[in-house]
């Protein structure tokens, strides 16, 4: 039997990372986001602070971290939706897979992260950010929509879209309020058939 290939820099570096943002998610989980440190971070992973900083600026950059993940998973479910005849099928199917990766992440990391974002010393939460992919995608679907006449055109499709992305928030939001007290899948869909039929032309 052959002996295991040693692990490149790259790869060493790369898991030395992730054990970082589990180590730092599961505390953030267990302790609240404000109420942990990077020096609690490292002292969990027996590693020192230059060790930590050679990784993440910061521990906010953990979170950013997961952020980012998902705009890059929107901009993957937003490629395959070329097969789609209309719109408002595309925003319902993009919707879906936004919904579903949040779901699949979990109450507890959803909780997290959100905590993040509307912590007090939080001055530019990158959850609005209007240059995001979630953002970005759902006015394109909108404005497209409205080109084709198959979405009402007596408002801007940047308004639509800040509608349609605060009504699921809020409904993400109850979900953590209730500790995943509902099937998050199931009750967007419903709250996307009620959207749909108000911003349909």
């Known amino acids: 039997m052959s002996a295991k290939r040693p692990l ?22 267990r302790k609240g986001y404000d109420n942990v440190t990077v020096d609690d971070i490292c002292r969990k992973l027996g590693m020192t602070k230059g060790a930590f900083y050679a990784h993440f600026r910061s521990k906010d ?27 408002l099928e595309k925003l319902r199917a993009f919707n879906r897979e936004a919904i579903r990766l949040m779901s699949e ?23 609005v950010h209007a240059g995001r992919n979630l953002y970005r995608i759902t006015e394109q679907l909108i404005r497209e929509g409205q080109e084709r006449g198959e979405i009402r055109s007596d408002l801007p499709p ?26 998050l899948m ?3 869909e419903n709250l996307m ?6 911003i349909r032309a």
């Open 8 to 29: 490149t820099r790259k790869e060493k570096g790369l898991r030395t990372r992730q054990r970082i943002y589990r180590t730092a998610m599961d505390l953030f989980a």
């Open 61 to 87: 950059q953990i979170i950013l971290e997961e952020f980012m993940h998902m705009d890059r998973h929107y901009e993957v479910v937003a490629e395959s939706l070329s097969s789609l005849d209309s719109s």
């Open 186 to 188: 199931a009750s967007c």
């Open 158 to 183: 940047e308004e639509l879209t800040a509608i349609l992305i605060n009504a699921f928030r809020g409904q993400l939001y109850h979900w953590c309020l209730t500790d995943g007290s509902f099937d």
């Open 105 to 127: 992440l979990g109450v507890t990391i959803m909780r997290v992260l959100y905590h993040s974002q509307i912590a007090p010393r939080t001055k530019d939460p990158y959850l």
């Open 193 to 198: 058939d009620f959207l749909l039929r108000g």
